[in-house]
T-cell receptor
Framework: GAVVSQHPSRVICKSGTSVKIECRSLDFQATTMFWYRQFPKKSLMLMATSNEGSKATYEQGVEKDKFLINHASLTLSTLTVTSAHPEDSSFYIC?????????????FGPGTRLTVT | GIQVEQSPPDLILQEGANSTLRCNFSDSVNNLQWFHQNPWGQLINLFYIPSGTKQNGRLSATTVATERYSLLYISSSQTTDSGVYFCAVGLTGANSKLTFGKGITLSVRP
């Protein structure tokens, strides 16, 4: 159990376009999901916390109008990178908080590699 | 915010050797996880261990929350253990976000 999927796994887009990334918890319901960004050979940086049915909470320095997050159901959160630029190229990873055994363990999706040309 | 330091930053082992990976954190936490990131970028959950000791096969972990550190032990290492190991810490409650360390890159040579 505790499987999180992401789609797409890899996307290339042109500068100025928008890209949507989906994160799904496949076998559990997640009231809270998280979005991270990882640069090559670096650690994960939390971008925002997504709570089902409410607005996301963004970390300091993350532009909420550029990185739109929607958590419309207990199994789906989406991240839309609007008006993408080459500096947005990165590895984006989502996680979902599992409700079992204390309720705070996070399970991660396989990541989405975004390249903006 | 909370600071997480992992050591050593890089580790090279011969297959079959044992190792200890360390995670120090700067503040009290009640939420701690260890992950292994494979070469394709997937984070694999190793342990959810805010306190105490757990074992899973060749891996075990110990967290001493009062002294603000956690240890991950790998015994009889295999080449498939190679990758990056992350420690992530935080608090439970409404703000349950995790802060990640910089990771430890492990290379196990045959």
């Amino acid at each position: 159990g505790a499987v999180v999927s992401q789609h797409p796994s890899r996307v290339i887009c042109k500068s100025g376009t928008s890209v949507k990334i989906e994160c799904r918890s496949l076998d559990f319901q997640a009231t809270t999901m998280f979005w991270y960004r990882q640069f090559p050979k670096k650690s994960l940086m939390l971008m925002a916390t997504s709570n089902e049915g409410s607005k996301a909470t963004y970390e300091q320095g993350v532009e909420k109008d550029k990185f739109l997050i929607n958590h419309a159901s207990l199994t789906l959160s989406t991240l839309t990178v609007t008006s993408a630029h080459p500096e947005d190229s990165s590895f984006y990873i989502c996680s979902a908080r599992h409700p079992g055994a204390g309720g705070y363990e996070q399970y991660f999706g396989p990541g989405t590699r975004l390249t903006v040309t | 915010g909370i600071q997480v330091e992992q050591s050593p930053p890089d580790l090279i082992l011969q297959e079959g050797a044992n190792s200890t990976l360390r995670c120090n954190f700067s503040d009290s936490v009640n939420n701690l996880q260890w992950f292994h990131q494979n070469p394709w970028g997937q984070l694999i959950n190793l342990f959810y261990i805010p306190s105490g000791t757990k074992q899973n096969g060749r891996l075990s972990a110990t967290t001493v929350a009062t002294e603000r550190y956690s240890l991950l032990y790998i015994s009889s290492s295999q080449t498939t253990d190679s990758g990056v190991y992350f420690c992530a810490v935080g608090l439970t409650g409404a703000n349950s976000k995790l802060t990640f360390g910089k990771g430890i890159t492990l290379s196990v040579r045959p």
